[in-house]
């Protein structure tokens, strides 16, 4: 008898999908427990961080270590509240400038017939496998000569060009019937028109993904703070939660460790848990050829 | 028809000025700057082959420590964080939809948090007294006497940075696999099995991976990319740029030690421009493997 595979996304629970749970599961628990370490870790009362032998699970949760992270923050002179307001506008402008432009771009990659159109899609691909952080240097130089050194705007500049999420929006483009545009053509609507009226409401899928990867791009990033700003009022989120980690060998400064690993990771995790089944539908068309 | 095409470059142009300034232009002035000696201060002077003779020649630490770690670092992560990524993408394509999801969140989760912000859970996790997790853990089942100094080891450094990479590995790469194995054509597995497709093993081989092969290309780009990225973690982990005796010194961390620390900008540049060449190398493998054409 031919085999008969019980199939690629099954609709319905069968033994043969056991051996898979068997090594899945414990294979997914170890890869959770640094994240549940930093859960508990981060409401422990000092005494249960001094314990010995340590232990891994919060007994007596406490917020103690989120007031000391703040007053840190505040005797150091500068309130955590402007490293937050430096991300949140860093980061709300990143992602928006760079889902704009991407899209600008990925709706005449895809639709458009133009000299060097090709071209330039072949040496963005080409590009999704730069490495911000193997040009430093010149990426300072760039930075420094433009002049824009210690302001938002060095935040911002050299991150919203981000090639998979062109990459990503013009592949989810591609899958528009062309009759569509032709249509709208037809009916006289503007090249503009056509963008903001037909091509951004149906690749609202693609725009959450590529949103969601900038999110996680600049929310983490620590190259702009380190490299392309000097004073410390112009830094981001990011950047003051890594400079506790010189703090660590105190054990106070382990519970404020684990709050500011906390408060870097719950943004991300949310956003993608809203946003996880569009980002599936997007990377079903993100085939590299 | 004309006016068409202006629009067209118009639409292009907010994109391709920032990718120009920078992308391609860091990328040309790294080449540039690898000829020349520059100090920062005074105008680089142009200096040949100087810089790439130096780097093979006179760097011991690049030949001996940083080189031997970096490549090392690569083979292990890169191929093997996207074999780990596709072993799940495809195991979890043969659940159904609800632990599907939940699963593969998991898995993805720890991708997220590729910032630093982890690396100093790392440290606690790692810390090298006997209140230190691991140590705890290792004396009370026996496995050692007394505590290890995890992260100033240089036995264990780069084995720690290769496991924490592992581990954060599965990105956008694992995602992008994983809806192409749920995207195959399910009438071409019906078509194996009357073809006389014996087993799951041989579905995989013969029409799996053959059909999504432009997804394991992306795969395989996402996992190269990762895999350089987090290059910088050797110092985020020691705390010190260079780690301890060169121990977990990649690429990355020599490029910022010439570039930021002693401002050899043009060697930096040279280093720079040879870690582009590796990367470049192992995207060209990939695409030789999974390439359609």
Redesign the interface.
Known sequence: M????????????HRS?LK??V???P??IF??L??V??FN?AFKPLDEL?????R?FVIKPTVENFENLFDLANTSGIPLSRYIFNSLLVTGAVVFLSV???T??G???SK?Q??G?NA?FEI?NA?????????????Y??VSI?GIEDTYFAHI?????M??G?FLIKQFIDQIPDTLIEAAVIDGAS??KI?WKIILPLIRPAVATAAI?AF?LV????ETST?FTTSENMRTL?FY??T???E?NVVVG?GM??V??L???VP??LL??IL?SK???T??H???? | MKK??R???L??L???S??M???I???V??IV?SFTNFNTIEMPDFVGFLNYINLLTQDEIFMQYVLPNTVLFALIVGPGGYVLSFV?AW???????I?R?I?A??????S??????????????F?GN????VN?LLM?IGFINEPLIWLQDTRFILLIMIVVAL?SS?G?GF??M???????D?TL?EAA??D?????F??LIYI?IPS????M??GA??A??GT??T??IGV?LT?SNPTPSYAGQL??NH??DY??IRFE?GY??AL?VV??LI??LF?YVSKKLF???
């Open positions: 031919a085999f008969k595979s019980s199939g690629v996304n099954p609709k319905r629970f999908q898979f749970y090594f899945l599961i294979f997914a890869m959770l640094p994240i370490f930093i870790h001094y314990a010995f032998p340590p891994f704009f432009i991407s600008l771009a709706y005449v990659l458009k133009f000299r159109k330039i963005n590009a999704l496998m730069f490495v911000p952080i193997a040009v430093m240097i010149p990426r130089l760039t433009l500049f050299p991150l919203i060009a090639p998979v062109l090249n503009f963008y990867l996680q929310w983490n990033d620590l490299l990011a939660m890594s506790l980690a010189i660590t382990q460790a684990a500011a690993a408060i870097m990771f991300n995790l993608f848990i996880q980002v599936m539908n990377m079903s993100s085939g590299l050829k | 068409d095409n629009t067209s470059y639409f292009l907010p994109y391709l920032m990718f300034l920078f992308i232009v860091p990328v002035m790294a700057l799940l195991s979890l394509a043969q659940l159904t939809a632990p999801t699963l969140l998991i898995f993805y989760s720890p997220m948090t590729q910032g630093v912000a982890m690396a100093v859970v790392w440290k606690v996790i810390s006997q209140s230190g997790y705890s009370q581990w599965m956008v995602l992008a994983l809806a192409g194995v749920l995207n195959v399910e597995y099995a009357i006389g497709i014996k087993n799951r041989q579905e799996t999504m092969k432009p997804q290309l992306f780009v996402m190269i990319v350089f990225s290059g910088a985020e705390g690429m990355v490029i910022e570039g930021f900008m930096a540049a720079s870690l582009l990367i470049y995207s390439s359609e054409s």
